[in-house]
């Protein structure tokens, strides 16, 4: 069994910042991708970031510049540094991992959600 533990999530002024971080955490045999995902009330959910098992880095046109996604993989855990917040980064904070468990293929494995509010 894998579970991914969230934290980090809060309420803070525009132009703040917060820090997220996801750890997984079970049979784990390896990691590949993992990311950040975030769904806002009445949309759907939409990628943040993402990083490769080989550090390779992506970012949705809205947060370039602003959030920075890391991960550590002695720790099995993905943070996403978000500096500048504006009141459309309200959402639901998401982490996926693309998770190999011993005697199994590799599987998509979500956190549980973390709210971010950015108040104006």
């Known amino acids: 069994q894998v579970q991914l533990v969230e934290s980090g999530g809060g309420l803070v002024q525009a132009g703040g910042s917060l820090r997220l971080s996801c750890a997984a955490s079970g049979n784990i045999y390896s990691i590949n991708g993992m990311g950040w995902h975030r769904q806002a009330p009445g949309k759907q959910r939409e990628l943040v970031a993402s990083v490769s098992r080989g550090g390779t880095v992506n970012y949705a046109s809205p947060v370039k510049g602003r959030f920075t996604i890391s991960r550590d993989n002695a720790k099995n855990a993905v943070y996403l540094q978000m500096s500048n917040l504006k009141p459309e980064d309200t959402a639901v904070y998401y982490c996926?991992?693309?998770?190999?468990?011993?005697?199994?293929?590799?599987?998509?494995?979500w956190g549980q959600g973390t709210q971010v509010t950015v108040s104006s």
């Open positions: 996926k991992m693309r998770i190999g468990v011993v005697g199994t293929n590799e599987y998509d494995y």
